[in-house]
């Protein structure tokens, strides 16, 4: 259950200002209080909730909440839900800083090294996508349907740059070595992608109302919940319009770093999600077009050459290790999905 997670990001955590007043814009009595990752669990007369400091604009989050409520019009209910404040607004202002509270959900992380669990996951994410479609967005920023060729392109330039600040290095590290030494490899199929996806339906799909919808994405383990055999998802603060083979892209990825890029379980995604929610041919090629670019090396190279993340060395150095070791079983996996799957 997810009471019994342990929290892992204590630096998101100390910056909460957990004063009273926030409290007291809701209805409820609180008796203890729980961290867990990047939020506290709240125990309260009205049940276990989540309270969650946002790090992104209002009206980002009237977003999140105009999509919630959306896809919970159409039927589907195994979603979070925002609890109202007593002038029922979904956030409390305090300190500059914007709080919102949260039903928990009291289900159990999903394992992805699971098949049955990926396969409840798989439906799940279908049946979630049925209830998103028609979705209408008014925010420009979570609107990224069509931007996807054009931010590989942008990646790809980025590339060449983060290759002249490694060559440039006096004093080149373990990360610069492997980073060079691997670079003209994961260019290939970055070009590759972008290839495929211009010689694909992409852009028809875009155009088609019953293949974009609100996406997740970041489908990662902890943000479904299985509960009672079905699926449920929580933590839509990255969520986008998008094609819905972005998410499935994003679900395939995860799922394949934890099983060793085994094509048994894409094609089990895909069979499963093609339960709820069929998939046609031109989806399909487009999934692959996205597949094939390597997003991993791509993010792990920025995070170290831009510093945008705050970690120290050796753990940029051995994300880059992990990531280039998944290499091969990633490039058979694709060569399999080519044959077997489009």
């Known amino acids: 259950m997810l009471h019994n997670v342990r929290y892992k990001d204590k630096k998101a ?40 400091k946002i790090n992104y604009e209002i009206d980002e989050l009237k977003f999140i909440n105009d999509g919630i409520e959306y896809i919970r019009r159409n039927g589907f209910n195994r979603i979070f839900r925002f609890v109202r404040t007593r002038d029922n607004k979904i956030y409390v202002k305090h300190n500059k800083n914007v709080y919102c509270l949260m039903d928990l959900i009291d289900g159990r ?11 409840i996951a798989s439906r799940g994410i279908g049946e979630l ?4 479609e ?23 330039h980025e590339m060449d740059l983060f290759k002249n600040l490694a060559l440039l290095a006096q004093d080149k590290t373990e990360f610069d070595e492997i980073f060079l030494h691997e670079l003209d490899d994961y260019k290939i199929q970055m070009e590759n992608s972008i290839s495929i ?16 919808v609100l996406c997740h994405h970041d489908l990662a383990h902890h943000n ?3 509960k009672d ?20 892209c994003n679900f395939i990825n995860k799922v ?44 792990i190279s920025k995070n170290y050459y831009t510093r945008t993340k705050n970690w120290d060395y050796n753990t940029f150095l051995q994300k880059i290790i992990r990531k280039n070791d998944f290499k091969d079983d990633r490039e058979e996996f694709l060569r399999k999905f080519s044959d077997i799957i489009i």
């Open 129 to 132: 996508h049925r209830a998103c």
């Open 134 to 156: 028609g979705f209408k967005c008014k925010n420009r920023d979570r609107y990224a349907c069509g931007n996807l060729l054009e931010n590989f392109k942008r990646k790809l």
């Open 229 to 248: 055999d079905e699926a449920y998802f929580i933590d839509f603060d990255y969520s986008i319009i998008d094609l819905k083979v972005h998410d499935l």
């Open 13 to 52: 955590l100390v910056e909460y200002d957990l004063n009273i007043d926030i409290l007291k814009e809701y209805d409820l009595k609180v008796e203890d209080l729980i961290p867990v990752r990047n939020v506290f669990i709240l125990v309260t007369s009205e049940g276990d909730k989540i309270l969650k």
């Open 256 to 299: 394949g770093k934890k099983t060793g890029y085994d094509i048994e379980k894409a094609e089990n995604i895909i069979k499963n999600y093609n339960m709820v929610n069929k998939l046609d041919k031109n989806e399909l090629e487009v999934l692959y077009g996205m597949l094939v670019f390597p997003y991993d090396f791509y993010d």
């Open 197 to 212: 996806l211009e010689n694909s339906s992409f852009y028809k799909l875009c155009s088609e109302e019953d293949k974009k």
């Open 224 to 226: 479904i919940l299985i």
């Open 109 to 119: 992380e999903s394992e992805y090294t699971n098949p049955i669990d990926v396969g």
